[in-house]
């Protein structure tokens, strides 16, 4: 499709839109822990305080809560801040700052105080590091009016949300999947805005609409095109925008397919798609749907052992399973998909996206 | 008396009348919403906020009345968001407790403790980074510096030698609980001096002192930007949060009470003023008359004012480009 | 029903217990800022200083996240904690000890380390306390495996909730709605436990099936009774128990009327009852479900002017016109309906529970 | 050597001969998880925890190799747990960051910056409500002093006046910031004074010294229960995370890398022994001999342990009563 086009991961696309944006816009600032250190933060701030000081890419004291709010000061006075924490679980540590005073000033001020603040959280995962550090918590930012969140799933997204964020006058929280940080894909040099609204549409189909965001975007890719050799199309939707929630084109898409899978990054109890069955249950929006399924983390810690966390995350295995439960496809075909998934199973560890993973952490 | 000390004067009657009109008021059960009153620490505010400009910033907490109005806020704005009424100053959206008039440079009051301590800190990094010469003045009490999130925030105007004074208003007291069960010592310039930021101790009752003091540290500010921490030693009049006196209820001393309702801010600068000659009872009585005219009047406003209306209700949830 | 028993509020319940709880066993610690001066936690924790001294009855200074690891510390080391928080809000600034350290504890120390903490959360509302006083966060507690999160309706479920969870060995949340400690009903003076891991059938009925918790099982019981009059019976479910989830009660309920109401406290999207739906349409629990709908609030933050929040909060009204539309009754019935409704209609005003309510706060 | 220097020379060797192999055998892969390795800091964990009794206990950050070990952790099932093994000390669930060993007092580690902080300050008060005689130590890194958790806590600790040492082990780097970056200084004795805490800051890489200084902490603690903050400053040999030596990216300048390799712990260690012909190079080899293989056995038995049950994933979600 993009032929001869320019391919890069995103992590790439992420480290342009920020350059590009720091070109364009003097009052833009990027903080964080590390963003101006030998690795910038995974790569995605790398090198930038030498084009622009350290007085735009501000390294930032341990200090979450404290930087946070700092931060939200700024973006009241005029400035456009983008703010990064290697690991979500940081920003726990600076939720009262967020859901108070960044998510709900513009409201309590009857529109007087923007706060137009980028926070970008990433997600870990792999190489075992653990409980701690793997958390994905979008759901409970999601839950918080006055937020937008946002999960890009392509290295495209991934430089054009950015900038759409980063344009936007609200408080607007990326979350990164690190694994996604690798993937690979077509890049306009060229700054560019991509919509924060709603989904996409990937790929079309017809038996079952598949809804995933972030990193597991990659797995159904890959799940779909083994389902495909055995005549099954899932449409496959990236949800991209967890809050505003749009779900018209999910709709629209069940309303052909009459099945819907949820694959998850997060906690599958209470998870992102409840809201969406809940709104699609509630509504009757859809006549005769025949199965809805979730797949998610399961309801505990994430343990840091490879041969748990083998059992842990879900992959293109669950889903495949799944879409082949749901289905209710004849025990030959079942047996038929299930062989040729085990051949083409990828053949990396469960623990590591692909083999040069083994931190940055 | 001069230009400045009439000011201070009005201001500091001023925030006093108001004060005491809520609190005389309250029981009408007009203004529904949690009121933190600042009878007691007016001096505090006016003796900062006196020598700001219009373009300097004061962000404040909970007990943000008397910030307000020192940084000349809107009255009748303050008194209708009390109100819960469209004209108030977040439109009814607030009540007491998130006063502002960006208008003026009073950007933002936060009722969770401590919480607008960085924020602040934020504003004054946008100064420096715009090249301002103006400073940030932030207000809180002294459980806010039981917050750890205050020691994050003065690292960082320290490191980064920001323009910003950190003020404390040290009542004693985080609303029933005194000082004596929440830290080793109320002399918090310690906590300036562990992040080496400048700071002072000092009365928060005489104005001033603060006054003057203020005006040095704006000044030395302005020439060498970096943070300062100003104490101000202080009491509450009435109880932490509603408009009564609570002293029944014997958390706070007699002793206690009684040397600082002899202190008490507003009589000690007109007995100061009466007795350079400056001021007579009469002038007194007749600049009483004339705030309280005026606040009469901005009540009345506030009565009148309509409520919000309804299908504004979920307006300004998203800002728009 | 309970005849010269002994009715009491709601909060005077809660302090029964911790009492109680107190004389039972001598590492039990209460903590927390406010749990001894003179209004003692909205006189949940009244005086018990004075009973069991201020080593037993800890006043801690202004800051939750400390506070919250040091009660972890505490539990960690064989004491039973209790900390209480005024307002859900302050607890925001604790979260990375809840999530992390009390929640996962016990699971990454392979079974080692219990953390047998209770925090109690108040949920304020009324008296235009506005945006930062208000908020209703369960689901974002909900969401965490490794937590226990409740919700009690009734001054029995208060004091037996608050045994049972602290006789637990896991960290319990217990978030009480602010009008919910007025709530006036039977409770025995003698120490008891209820379950703490389901859902309560609280009133029979055959139409529609209602599910809501805390101070909203007031206000359904007062909706339901008006609809009785017209030949509309909602069977009522007390939620009460929001992590772990259990909607047995609900299904069975369900599969007999067929229409599910779910009236929440907090945010609608996101929030609690889509997991509800999400788990009873994922399995496919019930057939032949007519209706599905939630009341939540709606997707900004609280004003603080009583003429916005009248319009802010779901009550009795919300739910009888909910009820009626779900009902598909006809136009005549509806009419009659409401117009009674308005008759009997609560005199006290919208901000406040009842007319002794004007604070502490 | 007397039976102390002993100890301690062992101890410290210990540590040093462990982190090396995992840093040589990191490359094959079998540890799978993200390592912080105490290369360069082992005399601040062996000085301290030496003179520590069993029921004291201690609890730690990401970089708690060394603080296991010194204070006797289980060898095999720390690097079990480094080899996701099911005899490791979790279980193979933590990791690297998460090692304990509740058997000798080493009580929890916890990856999150400053999060044991508050953790072991409840330990404190968990012994002074028993009336125990225990002490606890809290070991944390220079960066975990910008947390305002650490404020939280020591308040809490000094108001109670607990029995705890908080210990800063100053490598003066957080990832890649230098503390020059982050702080106005590296004199972090002022955040114990700013909580009226006794503190002393001192050499991380003299045992003998740390020892000394400790074991008169602790009977000072014993007589009179108060925290106590003891910064130790020292330096990591290796990369922050990681098995490898980073200076090739230049964010530490050469002159203090070398003059913190010439401090080395163990060098400064061995070399006093020696020179106080305590200690010959042929007994020195002998024990390191005898520690290798101790540590060869371990690894053994973690490479061959078995993997956890997968059935045991969703064990002790929640504990039953
Ligand atoms: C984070 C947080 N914790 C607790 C509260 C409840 N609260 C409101 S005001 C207050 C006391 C604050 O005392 P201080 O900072 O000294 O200010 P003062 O009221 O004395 O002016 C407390 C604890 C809060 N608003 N925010
Ligand atoms: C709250 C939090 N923020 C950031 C991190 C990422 N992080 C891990 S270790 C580290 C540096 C800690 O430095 P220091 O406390 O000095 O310990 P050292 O690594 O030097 O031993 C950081 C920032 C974290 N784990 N937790
Ligand atoms: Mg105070
Ligand atoms: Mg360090």
Redesign the pocket.
């Known amino acids: 499709m993009h032929k001869n086009k320019r391919i890069i991961t995103a992590s790439e696309a992420i480290l342009e839109s920020t350059e590009q944006y720091l070109d364009k816009f003097k009052n833009f600032i990027v903080i964080g822990e590390g963003v101006n250190d030998p690795k910038g933060i995974f790569g995605t701030t790398l090198n930038l305080f030498k084009k622009f000081g350290n007085t735009r890419i501000i390294e930032s004291p341990v200090s979450e809560n404290g930087i946070t709010g700092i931060s939200i000061g700024l973006s009241m006075n005029h400035f456009k801040v983008l703010l990064v924490h290697q690991r979500v679980e940081f920003a726990l540590l600076s939720l009262e700052q967020i859901f108070n005073n960044a998510a709900k000033s513009f409201y309590v001020s009857n529109g007087t105080h923007k706060v137009p603040i980028v926070i970008r959280m990433i997600i870990g995962r792999g190489w075992g590091q653990g409980p701690a550090h793997s958390q994905s918590l979008e759901t409970i930012f999601s839950h918080i009016p006055g937020l937008k969140v946002l999960m890009p799933s392509s290295p495209y997204d991934a430089k054009g949300m950015l900038w759409s964020a980063l344009e936007d006058p609200n408080p607007v929280l990326i979350i990164e999947h690190r694994w996604f940080h690798y993937v690979r894909g077509y890049v306009p040099k060229k700054n560019y805005k991509v919509n924060i609204d709603k989904p996409a549409l990937l790929i079309k189909g017809n038996n079952i609409t598949i809804v995933a965001n972030s990193y597991n975007v990659t797995e159904v890719i890959f799940s779909s095109k083994i389902l495909n050799k055995f005549g099954i199309y899932p449409e496959i939707i990236d949800l991209r925008v967890l809050r505003p929630l749009n779900i018209q084109l999910i709709i629209q898409s069940l309303r052909k397919t009459k099945n819907l899978l949820i694959v998850e990054t997060g906690y599958k109890q209470y998870g992102i798609g409840t809201e969406i069955i809940a709104q699609i249950s509630e509504n009757k929006l859809v006549d005769k749907i025949k199965s809805i399924s979730r797949i998610g983390l399961p309801d505990h810690p994430t343990p840091s052992s490879r041969s748990l966390a083998k059992k842990y995350y879900r992959s293109s295995k669950e889903i495949i399973y799944e879409v082949v439960k749901q289905l209710n496809l004849n025990l030959e075909l079942k047996k038929k998909i299930i062989s040729y998934y085990k051949k083409k199973l990828p053949s990396t560890k469960v623990d590591v996206p692909n083999p040069e993973f083994k931190g940055p952490f | 008396m001069n230009n400045l000390e009439k000011r201070i004067l009005m201001n500091l009657l001023k925030i006093r009348l108001v004060e005491k009109q809520i609190s005389e008021r309250y029981a009408e059960q007009l203004m529904r919403c949690p009121v933190?009153l600042s009878l007691g620490q007016e001096a505090c505010a006016v003796g900062v906020c006196q020598s700001l400009n219009i373009a300097d910033q004061v962000y404040s907490?909970?007990?943000c009345h008397s910030h307000y109005l020192a940084k000349s806020g809107n009255l009748k704005a303050m008194l209708c968001e009390l109100h819960g009424k469209r004209s108030g100053c977040c439109g009814g959206r607030g009540g007491s407790m998130h006063l502002m008039d960006v208008s003026v440079g009073m950007m933002l009051s936060i009722?969770?403790?401590?919480?607008i301590i960085p924020v602040a800190v934020g504003a004054a990094l946008s100064f420096k980074l715009k090249k301002k010469k103006n400073i940030v003045v932030v207000f809180?009490?002294?459980?806010?510096l039981e917050?750890g999130v205050y020691h994050e925030a003065a690292n960082f105007a320290s490191i980064h030698n920001l323009p910003i004074i950190f003020v404390c208003?040290n009542?004693k007291?985080?609303?029933f609980t005194n000082i004596e069960n929440r830290q080793p010592n109320d002399d918090f310039t310690r906590f300036a001096k562990c992040h080496k930021i400048k700071s002072h101790k000092m009365s928060g009752n005489k104005v001033m002192e603060i006054f003057y003091k203020t005006k040095d540290i704006i000044s030395s500010i302005k020439k060498n930007p970096s943070p300062f921490f100003l104490q101000l030693d202080t009491y509450?009049n009435v109880e932490?949060c509603g408009p009564n006196n609570d002293d029944y209820l014997n958390y706070r001393n007699n002793n206690e009470i009684s040397y600082w309702l002899q202190n008490d801010p507003i009589n000690l600068y007109t007995e100061f003023l009466k007795k350079k000659k400056k001021l007579s009872d009469k002038t007194l009585d007749k600049i009483i008359l004339k705030l309280n005219k005026e606040i009469d009047e901005a009540f009345l406003f506030a009565k009148n004012d309509k409520f919000p209306k309804i299908d504004t209700l979920d307006k300004f949830i998203y800002a728009q480009k």
């Open positions: 933190h907490s909970h007990r009722p969770i403790v401590a919480s809180f009490g002294d459980a806010a917050e208003e009542n007291y985080s609303c509450r932490h």
